[in-house]
């Protein structure tokens, strides 16, 4: 009797570990009630499969909001210049890439994914120039936080980011936004899933100056949202956090 029960006990316990170890993230263990499956149901509600589909493209990163501490992300080299990005992203990025080459212009990715070091370096090197230029110290950090992000939030360390030139013209100043290559990346990223990141309305609200090179994945519904829409990032992820909050209020009543 009392070996047919831990014999029992033991099949509940298998039945619920199998569920529980796919949302291990998500769920706490939950204690081995005797209540049959029920535990197994609410495991699989819990997990929001499609809502952590779409999240990885829609990570807000700005001077307000660091890379996460546990962030990582999957990268690929990219043969057209050896740089790497997400590997999610390289699919629609060659695709906007070629169709951009087939329009008869040459544009050239100058950066892409950053590691902490990089971003440092190019952050203290940004410091040094003004310091060089005449600022005082803390002039020069709080100009040079406008231009080369502090490390830890810069976009490019997420591997979904990419300052993209004109063989031509290959400055990263105002009058990129002059050449061929970006009228046509502007008029078409969205197609692909990007954004121009940075423009030259939102500085207040992205933190960031005008930046007529630098690309951002989002994903193509986000992006054409935001086409639509005319928001930046923030004022897009604003908006769904809004709505989100009034359907709640709205099922709830
Ligand atoms: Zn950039």
């Known amino acids: 009797m009392r070996i047919a029960r831990y014999a029992a006990a033991l099949l509940l316990a298998a039945a619920l570990m199998v569920p529980a170890a796919s949302a291990i993230r998500l769920v706490k ?19 929001p499969a499609a809502e952590e589909e779409t999240d990885w493209k829609l990570l807000l990163v700005n001077p307000w909001n660091a890379l996460p501490e546990d962030f990582s992300v999957e990268l690929v080299t990219l043969a057209t210049c050896g740089l790497k990005v997400d590997k999610r992203i390289r699919a ?11 329009a008869g212009l040459r544009p050239l990715i100058c950066s892409a994914y950053r590691t902490q070091a990089t971003q440092t370096r190019l952050y203290n090197n ?21 231009w080369v992000a502090v490390p830890g939030t810069s976009e490019h360390q997420t591997g979904l980011a990419l300052d993209i030139v004109s063989s031509g013209y290959q400055g990263l100043t105002r009058k990129q936004a002059d050449t061929a ?23 207040d609200i992205t933190g960031i ?11 193509r519904e986000a992006a054409l ?5 005319g928001q930046c990032l923030e004022e897009y992820l604003e908006a769904l956090e809004e709505e ?7 099922s709830r009543t």
């Open 92 to 102: 629609d990025l060659n695709e906007m890439f070629f169709a951009c080459r087939d």
């Open 181 to 203: 290559e970006q009228k046509w990346l502007m008029e078409h990223c969205w197609e692909y899933g990007f954004i121009l990141r940075y423009p030259e309305d939102k500085c």
């Open 29 to 47: 263990p939950t204690p081995p009630e005797p209540a049959a499956a029920e535990p197994v149901e609410t495991a699989r509600e819990a997990e």
């Open 244 to 250: 989100a909050a009034g359907d709640s209020r709205t």
């Open 225 to 229: 949202a935001m086409r639509d829409s």
């Open 209 to 219: 100056g005008y930046e007529p090179w630098h690309y951002r994945y989002v994903g």
């Open 126 to 146: 940004k410091i040094s120039r003004l310091r060089a230029a005449g600022y005082d110290q803390e002039t020069a950090v709080e100009e040079a936080g406008r």
